[in-house]
């Protein structure tokens, strides 16, 4: 797992890249800290995007939220091995897009007045097959604490 440098962020907070090894580390029903929403703070932009394509499964399924047993608040059972374009905000804290916007809203999600983590979860009852296969995972976390 590596995680980009501040320089490299753009308009994201976090970003975590994962190959094919960190996921057969997660394994089937793993889950792994991507991030944390500080004290006061809230997510407004989650996204997942398939770098390398995936070989060696085709059941590879994603999560990410705050839920530690069923984290789907910000990216909502992801098919990943079979995704095609970047997906976003398709959890269940985020409203529906329309037919011109087809993905989740960006909109602040989940805020609270304590530290909350932020999990990845992975369910593939294959992985341990999986012989290539990169993503990439952004967040945007507001911290409205810093500011006081």
């Given at each position: 797992m590596a995680k980009v440098a501040v320089n490299e962020l753009g308009a994201f907070t976090d970003v975590i890249r994962l190959d094919y090894n960190d996921l057969k580390a997660i394994g089937n029903g793993g889950t792994m800290i991507l991030a944390q929403i500080p004290a006061h703070g809230a997510v407004e932009l989650v996204g997942v995007a398939k770098t390398v394509a995936v070989a060696g499964t085709t059941t590879l399924?994603?999560?990410?939220?705050?839920?530690?047993?069923?984290?789907?608040?910000?990216?909502?059972?992801?098919?990943?091995?079979?995704?095609?374009?970047?997906?976003?905000?398709?959890?269940?804290?985020?409203?529906?897009?329309?037919?011109?916007?087809?993905?989740?809203?960006?909109?602040?999600?989940?805020?609270?007045?304590?530290?909350?983590?932020?999990?990845?979860?992975?369910t593939d009852s294959a992985i341990a097959s999986i012989t290539a296969g990169e993503f990439v995972i952004g967040l945007r976390i507001i911290d409205l604490a810093k500011f006081s």
């Open positions: 399924v994603l999560d990410v939220g705050t839920t530690i047993a069923d984290p789907d608040e910000f990216i909502n059972a992801l098919d990943a091995d079979a995704m095609t374009t970047p997906v976003f905000n398709t959890g269940d804290q985020y409203q529906l897009g329309t037919a011109t916007t087809t993905t989740g809203l960006s909109q602040a999600a989940k805020a609270g007045a304590a530290v909350q983590d932020v999990y990845l979860k992975l």
